[in-house]
Each structure stands twice: as structure tokens, then as C-alpha cells.
């Protein structure tokens, strides 16, 4: 399958972002032995708690060695080279479909992990994997813009705020296929799941538009970007900006009007995982409802276990980041797996990264 993003995971160097936070070791070598007690976790930036993996590890006496990925596309990337083998990864529930459809992930087994009794029962009614054979449901976000209002106010809540001339050459999107498409599918009207190359075509000019005038693409350092200063409108992931609000600088994050993609990410086992036992293991502790709350109250990101939920704080149970109104969620399309569609998108993101390398665009 072809590599959807501009990254080259395979030339990064050691992926250790979260790997030096902990003092582990990075998973540039082989594998080792299941007797060595190594647990390996591919997973996004900012998103599990440290002092958790570290506890974990101390209970389960094993090491852990937790790399990130930018972009579920990365994340495919990775496992599709085959060079790291890793026993917990954290797929949305798209890409979780795809790498289930194509036999890259385990079974999961249910018996092991006891505290999926926890899960939202409301919530897997919607989910891809209601049953949770493959896949657990971990956390849930929406994309949206953000903003410091006393630098720059968007002149209309929607995804055309990325096109007002106050912001040309100082936004940034993130650096998705889906997330960027999905939001110029949603400004066309069409659903953010389309694969009809009509809609993907017009949604391809809308979002070329916006890569002329950004600043850059990036889904890890845009936070730091916009309290600095340095852009004025950041394409966001809502538990990013949940967990940048304590600041000095007040964000405020929207919806836009027209809609945007929803996800959830899900704790998933690779078929090729070295330690499944401790894989089953991590993930049952992370299902438990002190643990999960633990780590909203990090990440910022809100997770389908109402247990959890409940032992929030105040403050987070009312932002409206984390917790967006019915209203707002109405608005909001889960992304879903394409299947034989995805072809039309990967023409569609090439010929849009095209661009970011053509000088004098």
C-alpha cells in the first residue's frame, strides 16, 4: 500500500517521543524475547499519561518502550514495513477497520480484559467494532479551529476561516489526509466518508487553497505554535486544545459550522506483537475507570467510559472542548474506513503534497 504521508517513518531515526520522557529505551533494535517482560506501544503524541505507563510497568514488573506517531497513515506506515514489532497501537476506528480487514491485528481476548464492562454501552451502538473483537474503544475527539482571541477573532465560525486574508501564510493544518480532506468535504456539503471522485475533486481545490496559504502542516507542534504567536488560526484536535487552555493565553477552540470528522482511537494487539499477555494486561488497566480518568484529566481527551467520566473534575466535566453540546456533536461525521474509495484519496493527498514541495507556489 502506498505511504500516505510526507513523513519517511522509516528514516526517523529512533521514534522514542514518549521513550526519553520515561527513561526507556528506544525500539530502533530487534525485538527481544518474551522472557525479557517488554512491552512495546505505538501511540499518538501527548496521549498516555507517563506517570501511568511507568506504574504499569512497575505492577507488571516489565519494561516499556512507547514510541508516536503523527497520523494513523504514519502509524500504517510502520507496521506495514514490519521492522518494530509492537503489541499495543492506538489506531483510530477507521484505520483499526482497515488493518483488521487486511489481517494485521489479533483477536482480542475478551476473558482478559475484564474491564471492557466499563465501556459506554450507548456509545458501541455507533462504533465500528460494537462487539470489541479486534479493537476497545480508548478515546474520542473532534477536529475543529482554534484560536487566542486576543491576537486574531475568525470573522465566521467555519472552515472558510482558513481562507480570511488575516490569517494567510499563519495557520496550520494538520498534517492528515483524512482531517483536511474530511473538513473540505464537509464545506462542499458531502460527507467526510465520500469516495466519489466528483466530491473528492472538488473537495482536492478547496483544500489546495488552503496548503498555497498555510504556514505549515503538522499534527504534533501546532499548540506551541499558536500560544506563541507565531500562527493565528491552528487546524486542531480537540484534546489538544482541551489540554492547552490552563495557559497563560486564552484558547478557544469551535465546530465548525458545516461539520467536521469525528474518531475514536482503540487500543488494538498487531498480529505480530511479542507480548500479547501484557498487551491484554495494559489494556484492561487502561479500561479501568481511576486509570482512564487519570488520563483524560492529562490528555484532555475524553474517553467512552462513563465511570471515568464521572470522577472528572468540575472544571473539565464544563469545558466545552472536551465535552461538546449535543448540538455541536450533531455536526460532527465519524470517519469511517473506505475501502476500494481509499485509492481516490491517496491520488487525490499526492497530488496535494505536490504542492508543499513545488517552490514559489
Known sequence: MKDWTRRKVLQ???????????GL????KKPESVSQRTLRIYTWSDYLKPELLQKFGEERGCRIVADTFASNEELFTALDAGLVSYDVITPSSYMASLLHRIGKLQ???????????????GYLTTAA???????????????????VPERHRPGVRSWRALDEPAV?????????????????LKLTGASVNATDEKEIQAAKEIAAGWIRKKRV?????????????????VHAYSGD????????????????????????????IPKTATAPDLAHAFINYFCEPKVTAAN??????????????????????SNRVMFPDEAMLQRCEPLRDLGDGLKVWQAAWGELMAITSTPDR
Open 296 to 317: 483524560m484529566e492529562w490528555s484532555g481527551y475524553r474517553a467512552p467510559i462513563p465511570e471515568a467520566v464521572a470522577l472528572l473534575p468540575t472544571s473539565l466535566k
Open 217 to 233: 502542516l503538522t499534527s504534533e507542534n501546532y499548540k506551541a505554535s499558536l500560544i506563541s504567536g507565531e500562527d493565528l488560526l
Open 129 to 147: 467494532d460494537p462487539k470489541m473483537e479486534y479493537s476497545v474503544p480508548f478515546e474520542l475527539s473532534v477536529s475543529g479551529l482554534a484560536f
Open 12 to 22: 526517523r531515526g529512533a521514534l522514542a517521543g514518549m521513550s526519553s520522557a520515561l
Open 25 to 28: 529505551a528506544s525500539c530502533s
Open 241 to 268: 486544545i482541551a489540554a492547552a487552555t490552563g495557559g497563560k493565553h486564552m484558547v478557544e477552540f469551535f465546530i465548525p459550522e458545516e461539520g467536521a470528522p469525528m474518531a475514536c482511537d482503540d487500543f488494538c
Open 168 to 184: 494567510a501564510g499563519r495557520f496550520s493544518l494538520l498534517d492528515d489526509m483524512r482531517e483536511v480532506l474530511g473538513a473540505a
Open 107 to 121: 483477536a482480542l481476548d475478551a476473558s482478559r480484559i475484564p474491564n471492557r464492562r466499563f465501556m459506554d454501552a
